[in-house]
């Protein structure tokens, strides 16, 4: 029996590894900061590939959302997590077994290898059996899992390793240093000293105290003295020390191959989910979207940039949550409005949003509806190159043409400050000429400009304006709005604000 | 082993969380001087007179279980202050012997070393009891006493001795292991050795279980290193248990100097207001239900301790009353009044005796004051929403049964406002269970609630004779809508307040 894989319902679909990169726009859209920091730590799977390869059908991204949405189970989550960390502890036994010199060292870690092996896969088998899962990757893997388990391989395997364990465990020695050496014989059940210690003076306690212990530093090598109190101990229980001597003959390569799969596999939604839950706790929503390719109404609602999302929240600061929506024939959102007010920010959650989605992840947002595009253009005017306007504006001109070349009415374009190396006339112009080409695409588009009357261009634009308080016109908001909003204060109303008044005040009070 | 002199059942807890509020109630109440007074330079008595002061007692057994305890203490001030100073000669003692070290066999050495020192601190103390025990009335004293004696007899010091011998191993050392990580050995555990030769040779000679022995060579140094470091494996687990057990008579050892730092505190505080010739008195708490307020000769205790002269106390029969609201004028001792109020519940509510000659209330559940405050430096906010922030503080956190001390407060905002929004919070407060005493400027706000004839508001002023000079006392009375501003700046300003308009 064979177990395809938890991150494609037609593993075919994959094409290979080697051949995958960053997409142009994963650095305007700062798409390789969040795939950095969602891979960061898990080299050793190579997860980059999956997060470079976006799924084009609804059921491949189903397919996912349905394991993740299992994996929202804090337990199974747990269970997972913990599964895969025996498995990289298994892989680095093995890795040192094979570096040590002493014969019953390398024996003692390869044996581990296999316990931890064992111990991974059948902890995950027994979790997996009684875990209400709904997706179709974990019913299959369960039962794959389940089979294996039960396989001869296996459990001649788990006896064979249990029973040298136990052994070893119950080869207790005595040592007695003597000044100018030492002897060693079999424990016999003398008993502890500092018990007899710790009980007299115990009714001075008054609570916890230091921990005097020293943590003598340890490394896998032994010295000679070691090695000649090791092989006392081999004389004084030989049966153990030969079966442990043939172990490594009787089990090599013991790890299955479709479990080894799963393992890999798996990181990509574990990495995704860990680089959720900070954000979650600070109170930041994700949501499944729903992904069409027949319709191009697209919305989300407390939406907002990963990337500025994750540095923000980690430097303990908070982050202002936006939303779109765009219905009927609306495709284009031209964005307006004082600089810094977050528009750029805005630009890229929309387009982060898409990218993944088709990738099969959760998105920023409380719901989200948004569209299975074809193709993604980002062009993002970098406005500190003042040195060479004419070749700006020309490679500005040069870029779209290569999008409005290839952008069909399936893709999703991004323009951010475009044009801003001519007089606004000529931008005007050039824009509008943009702009026509867009709507005739009826391509989905965020256009930030500060062209004011692209906004009214025609039915299929939508106008949006980053806010300001309306006092402070100096102090952004960060809010993306369809229309601005207003609000005002006076000096008794400074206690209606504070909950001061007589009725909330009575409200408030504790008895 | 407890000493319970703070609390009939459990500890002085060090690490309890004092009030939220507890740095706004120190500066508007001044406590830094009566603590000051308490610690007489001390660091410790400071904190721990800080801490006893501000985490209040919430019933009247537990105030009276404290009081009778300092009554005692007040009875025989030497032997109290002798036993602390034992106690804390004890704690300094072990400071100065110990070291820091990474080998077990080191720790081993010296903390046998400090357990030797605090066996000989022991034995003084239990003479202590042995000698004074008869001179303390309260059940608080009585029970450590007994204490002492119980847990510290001649027996338990014989067996200390015994310890302190084997612990220099004379005998060699004896160790069990098992195999671990890649076959390495862990586990270590000291075993008795005490007839390990004579065992030895028996089993060599009687018996099946086999005994494998080696010789270091003498020019094999990485050899004798390994020996030493196997010998403080194997001392790890007993040089722990013993090092603990000192931290544990360590510890002791600071519980009592905690149980018994706020009384010696009490007992500074006592013999300056003693020579100042200012009264105190233990307080009769009430049950907080109670609305009893009733006092003689109340005054500021951080006032009096700050200046030469005497101060003046104030007299209050105010049982039944929720509300006092004063009044009147300026530099006329308000200020002063309501300071008096929430030391004397903090002192009460920590089991102290009190700044007046008689003083009863009922315990409350919190004391919380509204003070003017400097203006914010970082103009964050307005003044008024300042105030109202740390209202809304306040809000937070009082409850029924608690106190809440107005000092002049919503004052920086037009006239109306102000006594709407004081007006309003204060009703609310009331009808809450809440006693508030606010000092206020507000005519528009006191004299309403006055022209309101609430049953159980009281309203005091501060008394200023016709000519102008302050008495510093308050009487009841009716709020004037002046406070006298003036005669302030015709003491400040006469020359330009005399000229003709």
Known sequence: MSFPSILFARPEVFINDQQLGEADFFADLNLDQIIAAVTAGRDEYNLKPFFYFPLNSTDEIEYRHEVMQDLESATLFEQVKSFTQKMRTMREHLVQADALGHKYQEKAWYLDAGEIYCDAVNCFADYLAYEALKSRGFLAFRKYLANYVQSDGFTLLLAETKKIKADLAAAKYCVFLTGDGFKVRKYESESDYSTDVEETFKKFKQGAVKDYRIEFPWWPQMNHIEVKILDFVARLYPETFSNLDSYRANNGNFVDEAISAFDREIQFYIAFLDHMAPLKRAGLKFCYPRVANDSKEVYDYDGYDLALAHKLIGEGSSIVCNDFHLRDGERVIVVTGPNQGGKTTFTRTFAQLHYLAVIGCPVPGKEARLFLFDKLFTHFGREEDVKNQRGKLEDDLFRINGILGQATSNSIIVMNEIFTSTTLQDAMFLSKKVMEKITEFDSLCVWVTFIDELAFFGEQTVSMVSTVVPENPAQRTFKIVRRPAEGRSYAISIAEQFRLTYESLKERIQS | ?501
């Open chain 2, 1 to 501: 082993m407890k000493a319970f002199l703070m609390h009939k059942d459990q500890d002085f807890d060090l690490e309890r969380e004092l009030p939220p509020n507890e740095q706004a109630l120190t500066q508007d109440l001044a406590l830094p001087i009566l603590f000051e007074a308490m610690a007489l330079d001390d660091q410790f008595l400071l904190e721990m007179a800080r801490k006893a002061v501000l985490s209040s007692l919430s019933d009247p057994d537990s105030i009276l279980y404290r009081q009778n305890i300092l009554k005692d203490c007040l009875k025989n001030p030497s032997i109290v202050r002798d036993i602390y100073n034992l106690v804390v000669e004890s704690i300094e003692n072990r400071q100065k012997q110990w070291w820091a070290t990474r080998y077990p066999s080191t720790i081993m050495f010296s903390a046998v070393e400090a357990l030797k020192m605090f066996v000989d601190q022991l034995r003084k103390l239990r003479t202590f009891a042995d000698q004074h025990a008869d001179k303390f009335d309260s059940e608080g004293f009585a029970k450590f006493f007994t204490m002492l004696v119980a847990e510290l007899d001649d027996e338990y010091f014989t067996r200390i001795e015994e310890y302190l011998r084997e612990l220099k191993l004379p005998r060699g050392v004896l160790m069990s292991a098992e195999l671990g990580k890649g076959n390495k050995a862990v586990n270590f555990v000291l075993h008795k050795a005490r007839d390990e030769k004579q065992s030895w040779l028996g089993r060599i000679f009687g018996r099946q279980s086999p005994v494998y022995s080696y010789r270091i060579s003498p020019r094999d140094e990485i050899g004798a290193r390994v020996m030493s470091d196997l010998r403080d494996r194997g001392l790890n687990l007993v040089a722990n248990v013993v090092a603990q057990s000192t931290d544990h008579i360590l510890s002791f050892f600071q519980m009592l100097r905690t149980e018994l730092a706020f009384y010696v505190g009490c007992l500074n505080l006592h013999e300056q207001l003693i020579q100042k010739g200012a009264p105190a008195c233990f307080p009769v708490p009430a049950g907080p239900t109670e609305r009893k307020r009733s006092f003689y000769g109340l005054y500021d205790v951080c006032l009096a301790l700050s200046v030469t002269q005497k101060v003046v106390g104030n007299d209050m029969n105010a049982d039944q009353n929720d509300l006092v609201i004063i009044t009147g004028a300026n530099q006329g001792g308000k200020s002063t009044f309501l300071r008096s109020i929430g030391q004397a519940q903090l002192m009460m509510q920590a089991g102290m005796f009190v700044p007046a000659e008689s003083f009863s209330t009922g315990v409350c559940n919190g004391i919380f004051t509204h003070f003017r405050r400097e203006e914010d430096a970082t103009m964050k906010s307005g003044k008024l929403a300042e105030e109202l922030s740390r209202m809304n503080d306040i809000a937070d956190n009082i409850r029924q049964n608690s106190i809440l001390l107005f000092n002049e407060a919503f004052a920086s905002t037009y006239e109306r406002d102000g006594s709407e929004i004081a007006r309003q919070i204060t009703m609310a407060l009331v009808e809450k269970g809440i006693r508030v005493f606010f000092v206020t400027h507000l005519y528009e706000f006191a004299h309403g609630l006055f022209d309101s004839k609430m049953r159980n508001a009281i309203f005091l002023r501060a008394e200023r004779r016709p000519d102008g000079t302050r008495t510093f006392r308050l009487i009841d009375g009716e709020p004037l809508p002046t406070s006298y501003g003036e005669d302030l700046y015709q003491r400040i300003l006469p020359d330009v307040s005399a000229m003709p308009t």
